[in-house]
C-alpha cells in the first residue's frame, strides 16, 4: 500500500466481501495488514487442489454482475498501492507441528519467509523436522504451519505461519524459541548452523493483523464473534455551523 493510504486502502478493499457475498461465493479469505516492515495487506484463501483453485475463478468470471464489480473495484483500489503479486503455495503439513488453531479466533499472524539456495530445498526440510522434534521435547505449547511456494517467488521459498489470539501471545511465543532452543542437542545446534551458513540465502519474519473488515468469511464464523466480525458503524458525527447575518439594505438617512 501506498504510505498514508491504508484508510483509503480500507475503503476500497471493503468492497470485495461486498460484492462476494452478494453474489453468495463459497470462496472465502482472510486479510492482514501487517505491523511490521512496508505497509502491506496479504489476502489468503485456501484451496484444497487446483482444481478448487479454478473452480473459483470460473465462479468469478460467470457472473457477469461480480465480474464487472470486481473489475471496478480493481481500477479504484489502484490508486492507493504501489505494487501487487500473487503467490501459490502448497501445505507440507509434514514440517508443520501442532494443532491446526481455530482460525475464527485467531487475530495476529507472524508470516517467516525462508529463502533457501538452489539444491538445498531437502536439507531445509531436514532441518524443519529436527526443529520439530526440539518443540516436542521441549514440551512448548508451540503450532505452526509451513508452506512451500510452487509459483510466484524465486523457489525454493518457504513460508511458516503461527498466529495468536492476543498481540500479548507474543511474549509468550518468545518465551517458547528460548525454551525451544535449550532443546536443541550439539549435534542439532552444528546441523541447523552448517544449514545457516550453507543453505540458506535469508529469512524475514513480519506480523499481521487480521482485518475482519477487508476478511471475506462464512455466516457461522460471523456467528463467533459478532462485535469483532460485524463491528458496529461509528455514527456519523454532526457538525453545527453558523452564518454571519446577511447585511440588509442600507438605512436612509435620519431613518430608525
Known amino acids: ?4 493510504h491504508a484508510a ?3 475503503r476500497v478493499e471493503v468492497g470485495w466481501p461486498a460484492a462476494y457475498e452478494k453474489a453468495k ?3 472465502y479469505y482472510l486479510a492482514f495488514v501487517s505491523l511490521t516492515g512496508t505497509p502491506e495487506a496479504w489476502f489468503v484463501a485456501p484451496f484444497d487442489s487446483h482444481q ?12 457477469g454482475v ?3 464489480e470486481l473489475a471496478r473495484l480493481q481500477r479504484a483500489d ?5 505494487n501487487a503479486r500473487s503467490i501459490q503455495a502448497i501445505a507440507r503439513k509434514e514440517l508443520s507441528h501442532g494443532n491446526f488453531p481455530e482460525m475464527a479466533k485467531q487475530r495476529f499472524f507472524e508470516i517467516t519467509t525462508f529463502r533457501v539456495r538452489p539444491g538445498h530445498r531437502d536439507e531445509f526440510a531436514a532441518v524443519a523436522k529436527l526443529y520439530g522434534s526440539a518443540v516436542g521435547r521441549s514440551g512448548a505449547a508451540t503450532s505452526y504451519r509451513v508452506y512451500e511456494v510452487i509459483a510466484g517467488m524465486p523457489s525454493p521459498t518457504f513460508l511458516v505461519f503461527s498466529s495468536m ?3 500479548g501471545d507474543f511474549d509468550k511465543g518468545m518465551s517458547n524459541d528460548e525454551t525451544i532452543m535449550k532443546a536443541f542437542t550439539a549435534d542439532d545446534q552444528k546441523v541447523l548452523q552448517k544449514f545457516f551458513t550453507e543453505g540458506l540465502i535469508g529469512s524475514d519474519t513480519q506480523r499481521f493483523e487480521l482485518s475482519p473488515q477487508m476478511s471475506y468469511v462464512s455466516a457461522e464464523v460471523r456467528a463467533t464473534d459478532p462485535a469483532f466480525w460485524m463491528p458496529k458503524k461509528k455514527p456519523a458525527v454532526k457538525t453545527m455551523t453558523t452564518e454571519a447575518p446577511k447585511p440588509g439594505p442600507p438605512s436612509k438617512p435620519g431613518s430608525k
Open 8 to 10: 483509503e486502502h480500507e
Open 78 to 82: 489502484a490508486d492507493h498501492l504501489t
Open 66 to 68: 461480480l465480474a464487472a
Open 52 to 63: 478448487a483453485q479454478g473452480e473459483s475463478m470460473k465462479f468469478e468470471r460467470g457472473n
Open 25 to 27: 461465493s463459497p470462496y
Open 1 to 4: 500500500m501506498k504510505v498514508g
Open 165 to 167: 489470539a492476543a498481540f
